[in-house]
């Protein structure tokens, strides 16, 4: 299969599904004398996640694109992991509203955060999955030879850049605080165009 | 019309439908006492049912492009043939949601479990019916021409991926619990890439 | 702009649009006593609603396909319209919401049926205007020189196939039922293949 | 980064966006014996935020093709940027829904109305920022070199374009009502096919 359809394809969910996100933004419930204001700010748990999940989603879309425009062709195993990869994006909005919900509730805050931050390092472990069997594969399906070297510089950004999810997931255990601090300030690092030699990591 | 943009709406069409399906995950509500990992591991059903949607309409996606790849160029019997198939995928994010709500409900376990199965089935069948008005057109619209032998068994294999669903549906009868893990089985059979000799199949 | 941008962008809200339509089949509220088939059966209103609309916005589609196919390149009027015309079909989701919640109130059924007719007839409109406007423009934008002849039957064609949602439209008034069996049975009848001499008209 | 995938997500965001505004539109609830029509009358805000909504939306989709048209191809810089576009752009369907709902609410209109021009606000910022950042790059990108004064120009009306937004958020503290009326009027002045001089400007 072409590499656009692929392209195409994984462009489209990954619209949707950073565009869906928005609807986990519900209208604040005030209670009798509350303004609206007081009631917009006492969600803010909902606009972090928000923020932080469309960055992340923006990031993973920059580097798919960078990962499959390497590629000359895509075979099953690619289509496979690939559509793993979609569902680990698609089912995002679901951790967010998750994270939102319970990020100052005592009892669920720890679970609530380490299904957030777990579901951005199932994402990395996906994308770096595909990114050794693309980088890796016995019989090069890419569009133009890379040196070991440069593939398997690739590859180890491609894992470490999943480390500090494995961290900020540990730290849900600690403090749920921490661990989207770690996730804001990953979502802004790789966004942030300065950072430039960091974006194959995630 | 050109296959280009038969494929970039069904491609939106299974995009969107396919990140939808998060929209059936809802937070869990909690009775009293009861802990976030609980509520979550209680609507077990929801992600199951989640997962088994997710890849199928994945493997659908797989399948259509290999079948709209072997067209020149689409005539109004293929526009309204894949038009309906797109309606049974559209549709299944809702019996997906039915499937999930119901199926440990002793009462409305069986019906759920047949519609969610026999929407595949009907989807599937569509599929054939596509495929077999492509294949056997009697002016030929394929992009390359077939021997009339491998037409058949690309055919027969695309019925054939059918029956598994169909015996799935019967099932419901007798347990919802067997018709999800046969979809399961063959979301998980036909999306693996060892199996590919199976992937026209469905 | 080139038209090729500009069918992607619409294409993308219809498919958009086409799928979000399932997001109003609800799951049914069952009362005591009553069997998921009954609860399901009850909603047929919402079903048939589904239905037809999703026959329509892909019929809409096809034809939008065909008009746009006929330009050579979109200026800021065709813009215009073209949004206008993607306005009317994006909120159909809410008319075949609307439609389906109130076929059987006594109440509220013809102002509801008046309404969804009217949305087709609406989109009918918009789509008879771009056609007018691509057709008969001063400095022709088209792709390929049409005899006037050929033009003006284009767009008698395009208007004429307004005319039976006029009708239905007006019928709401003496029976919400008559005018969703017209807006189905127009649905039916422009998708299928046999009719493909109408297949301009709406 | 082609321009093309650049262009194909954003479209793919926009079109999810633009179609969402549609679920902000609800059944109406009826009190007893309110009719229908009262109901439906009763919720017009829904409807005029939607429509502005939508037109904006519109609007910024075909100056972004403009924009971007211009690129040969794009930095990350240019990425980050768009991505932040695209998260206001994203975010409308909350500020659209949060305008509708508050509009004649004594207490929160006035926060409402600042929020939903406020958003229009930001986008237009982030669209004359990405607009600064390729007009003035060091080393241009664009597509065809354009003189200095052509590039101010284009650039004065970019910031231009964003006054009367902000006039509408000011105007917030005052009257709501002329804060959706100004957006109103300025959706339909910019997407109106005579002002196509202005059509930069947003």
Redesign the interface.
């Known amino acids: 299969?072409s590499t656009s359809?692929l392209?195409?394809?994984s462009?489209?969910?990954?619209?949707?599904?950073?565009?869906?996100?928005?609807?986990n933004?519900d209208?604040p419930t005030l209670v009798k004398g509350q303004?609206?204001?007081s009631g917009?700010a006492h969600q803010w748990p909902a606009y972090a996640a928000?923020?932080v999940s469309?960055?992340t989603i923006?990031i993973i879309?920059?580097n798919h694109?960078?990962m499959i425009?390497r590629l000359r062709e895509a075979?099953?195993?690619i289509?496979?992991l690939n559509?793993l990869l979609?569902?680990s994006i698609?089912?995002l909005?679901?951790a967010t509203?998750?994270m939102a919900?319970?990020l100052r509730?005592s009892?669920?805050q720890h679970?609530?955060a380490a299904?957030y931050s777990g579901s951005f390092l199932i994402m990395g472990l996906l994308f770096a999955a595909l990114n050794a069997h693309i980088l890796l594969a016995k019989h090069s399906k890419l569009r133009q030879e890379l040196p070991l070297e440069r593939r398997r510089l690739i590859l180890v950004r491609s894992v470490a850049g999943v480390i500090p999810y494995a961290i900020a997931t540990a730290l849900a255990a600690v403090s749920p605080y921490a661990t989207i601090a770690i996730c804001a300030a990953l979502g802004v690092f790789y966004?942030?165009?300065i950072s430039?030699g960091g974006?194959d990591a995630i």
């Open positions: 299969m359809r392209e195409a394809f462009d489209g969910v990954m619209a949707v599904a950073i565009t869906l996100l928005v609807l933004i209208l303004s609206l204001a917009l928000y923020v469309f960055l923006g879309w920059i694109h960078v425009g075979d099953r195993t289509l496979f559509l979609l569902m698609a089912v909005p679901f509203k998750l919900a319970y509730h009892s669920g679970l609530a299904i966004a942030f165009p430039s974006a």
